[in-house]
């Protein structure tokens, strides 16, 4: 191990710990609250390990989704890191062995730091600390949820809230860091729109269909204004 790397890679993503800290904990929580046990928590964080799309499972998996349904929603919600992938194919081509668990764990806060760091003569360290890392958090967190969730009794009616608060917050980020809001206005109006149409239980995949669909038609008109 290059200890100075990896003392590097620990003070870049400390930020990302606190933030997975706190959201493992929240999954963990949720999780052993729809019946899950401790490690069926912590096996979905660390063979899964999908952020937002966990907290979606958790919820698919109680109500007794069709593996259908499930796959296209986990395909809607986690389409980003197809994007992701390609433009992380020159910085990991050369990570040899690493490069499997690299695309493995190449999750939302993991991409925003890797993709900040132009690929060195160190394998792919760098980038292997920094996903290792991120990955543990999560874990851990969701560990001590599932473990809160078991031993304390305490009421934890509501806790299903933190994924709405999770994305609402992602929302809230989004619009505050550019100053175009048609994509977000777009998602919002259709999200709302299909969910009147098609009810609580199925309108994330006509909504997310919807969306592409409006979002390619702008971009078009937006490239011709250009």
Not at 16 to 23: A, P, S
Not at 58 to 86: D, E, K
Not at 135 to 141: E, S
Request: net charge neutral.
């Amino acid at each position: 191990m290059d200890s100075k790397l990896f003392r590097t890679a620990f003070r870049d993503t400390i930020p990302v710990m606190t933030g997975y800290l706190f959201l493992g904990f929240g999954f963990g929580i949720l999780a052993q609250q729809n019946g899950l046990s401790l490690w069926w928590a912590l096996a979905m964080s660390a063979f899964i390990y999908a952020g937002s799309m966990q907290f979606v499972a958790v919820t698919m998996l109680s109500g007794g989704t069709n593996i259908f349904a499930a796959a296209l929603t986990t395909l809607a919600v986690n389409a980003r890191h197809l994007f992701y992938g390609i433009s992380m194919i020159d910085r990991y081509k050369d990570t040899g062995k690493k490069k499997p668990y690299l695309i493995f764990s190449l999750s939302d806060e993991t991409y925003s730091l890797v993709s900040q760091k132009e690929p060195g003569q160190d394998g792919g360290k760098y980038y292997l600390y920094v996903s290792a890392l991120d990955q543990f958090y999560w874990c851990v967190g969701t560990l001590l949820g599932a473990a809160a969730g078991q031993l304390l009794p305490l009421n934890y009616e509501g806790i299903d809230f933190v994924l709405t608060a999770l994305f609402v917050t992602i929302f809230v980020e989004q619009w505050l860091s550019t100053k175009n809001h048609l994509p977000a206005c777009i998602g919002l109006v259709c999200s709302i729109v299909c969910r009147a149409l098609f009810g609580s239980s199925t309108f994330l995949i006509p909504s997310m269909g919807l969306i592409a669909l409006l979002l390619l038609l702008t971009r078009g008109k937006e490239a011709k204004h250009e």
